[in-house]
T-cell receptor
Framework: NAGVTQTPKFRVLKTGQSMTLLCAQDMNHEYMYWYRQDPGMGLRLIHYSVGEGTTAKGEVPDGYNVSRLKKQNFLLGLESAAPSQTSVYFC?????????????FGPGTRLTVT | GNSVTQMEGPVTLSEEAFLTINCTYTATGYPSLFWYVQYPGEGLQLLLKATKADDKGSNKGFEATYRKETTSFHLEKGSVQVSDSAVYFCALIRRNNNNDMRFGAGTRLTVKP
């Protein structure tokens, strides 16, 4: 049981390039989340999904797109990377149902945009 | 809006010292409150949580009490260890939107032998 995994761990992009970050969970969780972590700002929610085939915007969605084609995977895309998207990206998941609001986090992806 | 404010770090303590990390929140209604811990190079892990006023969450010697009157959820530990060195995040979830978790900025704790 690997929990939540993220690919890649590190990436450097040039401004304008595109990339996709992959999050996978093997816990059969309904809900999945993408956050970015910036110094002095904690984690901020980018997008989330409440089930396969659904996505919704979070607090800071601009410049990102997501897809949830399979229940276990949640992809985060940057179509045209900007230096402001330099950050550490965390994926998280949790089961549905009342009393299950704990989120389980992946190890993170450190992205640098030059 | 809903937000969390926690004390700025970094915090440096000697082993066996007493730890307090302050956390206050602003939220409509009665949110659930959490402390997450992030060890170097890892993702966040839930440390403890409380879902209603006067609840006390506890784990690994850490405690925090949900204080509605002061809108606070301060983290405490009586005797810290070197292995407690990490970044600690206070967070909240609103009851009517449990997909909208808000985090504080994080407090880095370093414990020296």
């Amino acid at each position: 049981n690997a929990g939540v995994t993220q690919t890649p761990k590190f990436r450097v992009l040039k401004t304008g390039q595109s990339m996709t970050l992959l999050c996978a969970q093997d816990m059969n969780h309904e809900y999945m989340y993408w956050y970015r972590q910036d110094p002095g700002m904690g984690l901020r929610l980018i997008h989330y999904s409440v089930g396969e085939g659904t996505t919704a915007k979070g607090e800071v969605p601009d410049g990102y797109n997501v897809s949830r084609l399979k229940k276990q995977n949640f992809l985060l895309g940057l179509e045209s990377a900007a230096p402001s998207q330099t950050s550490v990206y965390f994926c998280a998941s949790r089961p549905s149902g009342t009393g299950s609001d704990e989120q389980y986090f992946g190890p993170g992806t450190r992205l640098t945009v030059t | 809006g809903n937000s969390v404010t926690q004390m700025e770090g970094p915090v440096t303590l000697s082993e066996e010292a007493f730890l307090t990390i302050n956390c206050t929140y602003t939220a409509t209604g009665y949110p659930s409150l959490f402390w997450y811990v992030q060890y170097p190079g890892e993702g966040l892990q839930l440390l403890l949580k409380a879902t209603k006023a006067d609840d006390k969450g506890s784990n690994k010697g850490f405690e925090a009490t949900y204080r509605k009157e002061t809108t606070s959820f301060h983290l405490e530990k009586g005797s810290v260890q070197v292995s407690d060195s990490a970044v600690y995040f206070c967070a909240l979830i609103r009851r009517n939107n449990n997909n909208d978790m808000r985090f504080g900025a994080g407090t880095r704790l370093t414990v020296k032998p």
